[in-house]
């Protein structure tokens, strides 16, 4: 029964013999609502080691910002600015920010509420909404941030190459997998340490270029003979064709680009949600995170396609590479047509080091939703560990975990680190055709990944007005995110129209268009028919709410008073 506080106790431990205990979680599994005796069962039970808590805020943030700010902003981005000009590519993401906006908010108040390890929206969708909707969605993030890594790694690869290297890029593609690997195997507050800093120089690096941005835009380059201010954007003009002329092909051509649009977009709000699970304090920081993500989506995202949108003119012919190669940058083709040679080496060095950090929070991403995938039943147990028959009372006798000791599943990120060998198709095929197929591949797949967001939210909103639970006692609280549902649907629909035009037809551009849609379907519907006793959602009256609340709050530590203006500088770091 639930304490005189509203929360109930911490759940009892787990105990019996193993076969005892495999019976138990068989039959758990295919009860239809998760209740405390399950949560007990699979994601309290005590005889397994599990992650830790040894990220900070600060380590949430730039985790989250520092993982999508890699080549699909800083490359690709030059692209999408060649199909729809600079008009479509500015609205389309102010567009795409407001709609993640919305969901980074509505994702927030679920995680905060709750924060348990193993933390991701697979495993609220599973709490509380349906097993097979938390089967489905954990399955997608972990073969959709897998195929991710070898995305980052084949564009860092494609960077590697502006300078003309001798080197087989097999090797640049080699050293770079060893070490985003070896990153994931050190303990997360390391992890958190070093993927801080590395976010740091991003941010150094895109600050420095709004501002470089800026004296371009009054003529400051060796070059420049006058001012240049939106010259682009009278000759050859503000919007694009694309597919057909006249006002078909400007449809076409703002069509396309919140398609492109929306890779850099891509699973950056969930990047927040898994750092929930290894966050301190995580019903204080997520809130705070969430909260300044608004600001950096200004700065940073619209800041930057403002600012290729002034330096380069969309019919240069560098931006219609498609990504395949850092020339194809609207940064590096607005410098090198301003004069400014030796600074498009150094912007390519941080896109690398963008490009290696991006697949690095990638593989930590893809990690971490298997095993959460284990702890809630939906994947093989070997993933968090096998139990000994020993007794609980006695912790020593665990005979394997598949955690260390330090919290890190590695079980799990050595099976998701096999998706690090599709980068070497980079080796046989055309760098361009690989970049496009990920990027096609992925974006379907963060479309429907925000939809089953907007599900999960609004079951748990159910949930929380049908137990009574008010807004004022949730961590965090917002009213926007059911306004971006229709948004992504429609984004979903339309990720591969251009492949339905006649010229453009061919079976792999189609394929990697819509493919996620099936593949989703096949695992929800394969689930479904596995549970089919179960109902399409649990009752909101029945959705536990309160299991571990007790555990989490006894970790939360009050917030920092600071007083003087000097301490709250401390805040940055914090």
């Known amino acids: ?159 590697i190459d502006y300078w003309h290297a001798d080197v087989n890029i097999a090797v640049w593609i080699s050293i770079i997998i060893v070490l985003i690997v070896g990153l994931n195997c050190l303990p997360v507050k390391y992890y958190g340490e070093t993927e801080f800093w590395f976010a740091g120089t991003k941010v150094i690096m895109m600050t420095g270029l709004l501002i470089l941005s800026f004296i371009l835009f009054w003529g400051g ?111 590096v083709v607005g410098i090198t047509n301003a004069g400014i040679p030796v600074l498009s080496s150094i912007i390519n060095a941080g896109i690398i080091i963008s490009a290696w950090s991006s697949g690095n929070s990638f593989l930590y991403l893809s990690s971490r939703s298997l095993y959460s995938l284990a702890l809630t039943g939906n994947a093989p147990s070997w993933f968090k560990g096998t139990p000994s028959r020993a007794p609980v009372e006695t912790p020593a006798h665990i005979m394997s975990t598949a955690c260390s000791k330090s919290g890190v599943p590695y079980r799990a990120v050595a099976v998701s680190a096999l998706y690090t060998g599709l980068a070497y198709l980079n080796v046989a095929n055309s760098g361009s055709t690989v970049f496009t197929w990920f990027v096609s591949l992925t974006n379907t797949s963060g479309f429907i990944s925000w939809v089953c967001c907007t599900i999960v939210y609004l079951r748990f909103r159910k949930a929380c007005k049908t137990q009574g639970i008010t807004d004022d006692q949730l961590p965090y609280h917002n009213k926007y995110m059911q306004l971006a549902m229709a948004g992504f649907i429609f984004l979903t629909l339309i990720n591969g129209f251009n492949a339905f035009w006649p010229e453009n037809w061919s079976a792999s551009s189609f394929l990697t268009s819509y493919i996620g849609i099936p593949i989703f379907l096949l695992i929800y519907f394969g689930h479904r028919i596995y549970a089919r006793n179960e109902p399409c959602a649990h009752d909101p009256r029945d959705v536990d709410l309160q299991t571990g609340m007790e555990e989490i709050l006894s970790g939360e530590t009050p917030h920092k008073v600071y007083d003087k203006w000097w301490k709250k500088a401390q805040m940055i770091y914090e």
């Open 1 to 159: 029964m639930a304490s005189s506080d509203g929360l109930e106790k911490s759940p009892p431990r787990y105990d019996g013999g193993e076969a005892d205990n495999m019976e138990k979680s068989r039959a758990r599994r295919k009860s239809s609502v998760v209740n405390p005796d399950v949560l007990t069962g699979e994601i309290y039970d005590e005889r397994f080691d599990s992650t830790k808590r040894g990220l900070k805020s600060r380590h949430a943030q730039m985790i989250a910002l520092r993982g999508t700010i890699g080549t699909g902003l800083f490359v690709g981005s030059g692209f999408t600015l060649s199909i729809g000009g600079p008009a479509f590519i500015l609205g389309s993401y102010i567009f795409m920010a407001l709609l993640v906006w919305c969901i980074v908010t509505g994702i927030s108040e679920v995680v905060a509420w709750l924060p348990t390890k193993g933390s991701s929206m697979s495993m609220f969708g599973w709490r509380y909404v349906s097993r097979p909707l938390g089967f489905a969605m954990g399955w997608l993030y972990w073969y959709s941030l897998g195929i991710l890594v070898p995305y980052e790694i084949t564009a860092a690869g494609l960077v």
């Open 221 to 331: 380059g060796p070059d420049q003979h006058g001012i240049l201010g939106f010259r682009y954007w009278d000759h050859p003009g503000t919007v694009n064709v694309y597919l057909e002329k006249g006002s078909t092909g400007r449809f076409c051509a703002l069509l396309y680009t919140l398609v492109l649009s929306a890779f850099p977009f891509t699973f950056a709000p969930e990047l927040l949600v898994a750092t929930g699970g290894e966050m301190e304090s995580p019903r204080r920081n997520l809130p705070t995170a969430a909260r300044r993500y608004f600001y950096r989506l200004v700065i940073f995202y619209i800041g930057c396609v403002l600012s290729i949108g002034v330096l380069a003119p969309y019919n240069d012919p560098a931006l219609a590479g498609g990504g395949a190669g850092a020339k194809s940058s609207g940064f």
